[in-house]
């Protein structure tokens, strides 16, 4: 399975000038770090919990369909499924018609469910399935549920303050105890 973007957020859900704001720093001079925080506490957040905060278009690609009649997709919240494709053994590609399965955005994690119907098989070893999804939680940063967004802050301070190289593992690279708070409700909890 792999899973590659398609077409990114086209804002963050925090600007410069708020975490400036929250930082307490003045000019421009920390600009370019500043956004750098913002965008690399953004991928860490979503990678860690599989959110998509601003809207963002993904390919899920699949080496063959899943013995169940659901299929779980790897982030949320997901707005839709755009389109599924089986690649023959040429290359080609044919859309599997959207009657044959159903769209779960609801469930955590969402799902593709199967409606009865077989789904055809890829003809390629490797990514012969390609879906097409759209998620996140809107297109503006305040679609974005108000936690997540004073969790980002909280992280681009943490490391705005601990520049120092440091080991991955030692205590310095600890997550701070409120961000792992604010993020606690968004976690996917397995029973």
């Known amino acids: ?6 077409s990114g957020p086209p804002l963050e859900p925090v600007t410069v000038a708020e975490a400036k704001a929250h930082l307490r720093v003045d000019g421009t001079n920390e600009d370019t770090l500043i ?5 690399t506490s953004r991928l860490h957040i979503e990678t860690a919990l599989g959110l998509a905060f601003i809207t ?17 997709l790897p982030l949320r919240p ?11 053994a040429e290359g080609d590609a044919a859309v599997v018609e959207a009657t044959t399965y ?20 890829p003809g ?18 305040s679609d974005v549920p108000s936690p997540l967004r004073q969790a980002l802050l909280l992280l681009i301070a943490h490391w705005h303050e601990h520049r120092d190289p440091i080991e991955i593992g030692s205590p310095a690279t600890a997550i701070p105890a409120g961000v792992a708070e604010l993020l606690g409700p968004y976690r996917t909890k397995r029973l």
Do not use: C, H, Y
């Open 1 to 6: 399975m792999a899973l590659v973007l398609t």
């Open 35 to 39: 956004a750098s925080l913002i965008l």
């Open 56 to 72: 963002q278009g993904w390919t899920l690609l699949l080496d063959a369909w899943p013995t169940e009649k659901s299929m779980e």
């Open 78 to 88: 997901l707005q839709s499924i755009d389109e599924v494709r089986v690649l023959s």
């Open 102 to 121: 159903l769209v779960d955005i609801v469930g955590v994690p969402p799902r593709l469910v199967r409606t009865g119907v077989l789904w055809p098989a």
């Open 124 to 141: 390629q070893a490797a990514n012969g399935i390609e879906i097409d999804f759209t998620a996140g939680f809107g297109s503006l940063a």
